[in-house]
């Protein structure tokens, strides 16, 4: 598995080095790599895919009253907003297998979590896509139930993505659910084990996704510890090794025009588009599809939350930022006890930038 592992990085890590595109030879690639880069490429198109399927259904008329059930369906749902509409089987697929093992992505936990309580995962960094949040909380590829039994997760992503028909739909049976407001609530007051996972950073983090390294958005970022303490939910701190190592980034330095043009996006719409590229399906230096790097997502130690006195609504500033100081140092601890495992070829430690 080492061996595999270090001859992937190397063919993506030389592909960053040529100035020639190296295409992909037509034989001799193992069927388990090709299958590797199905999984990969179906979960990064999935979008488009539902969309042009959806798009079809409406050139063939018999399909037409199923299609306004359908859509007026759509627009009456609350599952998103309550929790989602979470099934076993579909977290199961053994698409999510391969899909896994592209990277390979690994889950390590650092402590056993109680299934009688409630927590609040703050996963870092965001990256570009945040494919080891989808891996280790969406899917059953890294064993996670196995690891946290009775424990429930649910990612957490934009509500805009649950307008999206076809979509929505599968992304609900994999457990994700709105971010939220209502929709935190909602999962954390709905019994114990259950959880949310929250890619705290957001569409600012994502702008600072580079290889080697791992700067993070979270000096003002309270909410999530607000929600954790006001439901007695344990925070988690959770750091992915090579989040960032998977795609390269256009240089977008602070007062550029291209990170002015980000903002705006991400001031209008409260998301952003970071200008990204890696490797192509069939090349190994142009294209979209993430590098083959390894992801490491460390669990770390649940850090409790004090409790609410019997008139208080509202936790005070000054618990917010204690748990916040407690939080950082998980995460610094996580990051300080792998890095010279999991992070060799870093640029940089670890930094809270905003």
Known sequence: MKEVTATLMEEDNNSKTRNQVRW???????????????????????????????AGCFTHPVLWPLLIAYITFLFTDKAPENGGRRYDWPRRWTI?????DYFPIILIKEH????????????????????????????????????FPGIVPNLLTLASNFRLPLYRDLILSLGIASVSRHSCESILSSGPGRSIVIVIGGAAESLSARPGIADLTLKRRLGFIRLAIKHNASLVPVFSFGENDIYEQVDNDKGTTVWKV???????????????????IFNYDVGIIP????????????????KLEKDQKEPTQEQLLEVQKQYIAGLEDIFNKYKDVYAKDRKQDLRIID
């Not at 034989?27 to 895919?49: D, T, Y």
């Not at 056993?112 to 870092?124: A, C, E, K, M, S």
Request: aromatic letters at 16%.
């Open 24 to 54: 992909a030879p037509l034989h001799g690639i193992p069927f388990e790599r090709r299958m590797q880069m199905f999984a990969v490429c179906s979960w990064i198109f999935m979008l488009f895919i539902c969309l042009v399927i959806f």
């Open 96 to 100: 999510w297998k391969y899909f896994v």
């Open 112 to 147: 056993d979590l109680d299934p009688t309580g409630n927590y609040v995962f703050g996963y870092h960094p965001h990256g570009i896509i945040s494919m080891g949040a989808f891996a280790n909380f969406a899917t059953e590829a890294t064993g996670f139930s196995e690891k």
């Open 262 to 280: 980000q903002k705006k996006m991400q001031s209008l719409l409260g998301f952003t588009m970071p200008l990204f590229h890696a490797r192509g």
């Open 291 to 306: 590098f083959r790097h390894p992801i490491v997502t460390v669990v770390g130690k649940p850090i409790p939350v004090p």
